[in-house]
């Protein structure tokens, strides 16, 4: 069974510009969320999504949004793009976001520089 | 305000030692509490997962413990190898409707020659 997938797996850009991730969740999962990971703060959660809707947000400003097609797949979107920004996105996938099958499991990130 | 504290910050230790990571939280209500093994550029992979009930398990050489009364656990590592240098984050979830996880800013191990 594939795991999860992130694409791209680098990225670099510059200020102001915009940037889209994107996370296909392993075969089965309808549960994806996402994490901004820095050296200084750890895993900060960034949002959840579940059956293409948003279940959970955490305390990032409004130039971090995402989505959840049909398919479980997410992207998420950084408009107007920081120094700050430069960190690795992580994309978690699980079954459903609570109960017993709630473990998620991790991809291998997307490393982004905001130069 | 539910926090996760992991100690030490990062740790060197020759191969073949042993050593224990610790993890002290504040997160209420629970629900589970586990270990991540994240090893770099690369996402977090499971070692264990432990329930309010549960106050040992091991996974090979990894072995967590739980007290829930005082609310902490550790990650003890038995004879280390060069593939366990990684960073090691204590991640609990909360027992409530969202059951949030709230992670710690984990422990950088170097595991030396």
């Known amino acids: 069974k594939a795991g999860v997938t992130q694409t791209p797996r680098y990225l670099i850009k510059t200020r102001g510009q915009q940037v889209t991730l994107s996370c296909s969740p392993i075969?089965?999962?309808?549960?994806v969320s996402w994490y901004q990971q820095t050296p200084g703060q750890g895993l900060q959660f960034l949002f959840e999504?579940?059956?293409?809707?948003?279940?959970n947000k955490g305390n990032f400003p409004g130039r971090f949004s995402g989505r959840q097609f049909s398919n479980s797949r997410s992207e998420m979107n950084v408009s107007t793009l920081e120094l700050g920004d430069s960190a690795l996105y992580l994309c978690?996938?699980?079954?459903?976001?609570?109960?017993?099958?709630?473990?998620?499991?991790f991809g291998p990130g997307t490393r982004l520089t905001v130069l | 305000k539910n926090q996760v504290e992991q100690s030490p910050q990062s740790l060197i230790i020759l191969e073949g030692k042993n050593c224990t990571l610790q993890?002290?939280?504040?997160?209420?209500?629970?629900?589970?509490l586990r270990w991540y093994k994240q090893d770099t550029g690369r996402g977090p992979v499971s070692l264990t997962i432990?329930?309010?009930?549960?106050n040992t398990k091991s996974n090979g050489r990894y072995t967590a413990t739980l007290d829930a009364d005082t609310k902490q656990s550790s990650l003890h590592i038995t004879a280390s190898q060069l593939s366990d240098s990684a960073s090691y984050i204590c991640?609990?979830?909360?027992?409530?409707?969202?059951?949030?996880?709230?992670f710690g800013t984990g422990t950088r191990l170097l595991v030396s020659p």
């Open positions: 978690a996938s699980s079954i459903q976001p609570t109960g017993k099958y709630n473990e998620q499991f």
């Open positions: 075969s089965g999962h309808r549960s």
């Open positions: 999504y579940f059956s293409e809707t948003q279940r």
């Open positions: 993890c002290n939280y504040t997160v209420s209500p629970f629900s589970n």
């Open positions: 432990m329930t309010f009930s549960e």
């Open positions: 991640v609990v979830r909360e027992n409530t409707g969202f059951q949030k996880l709230v």
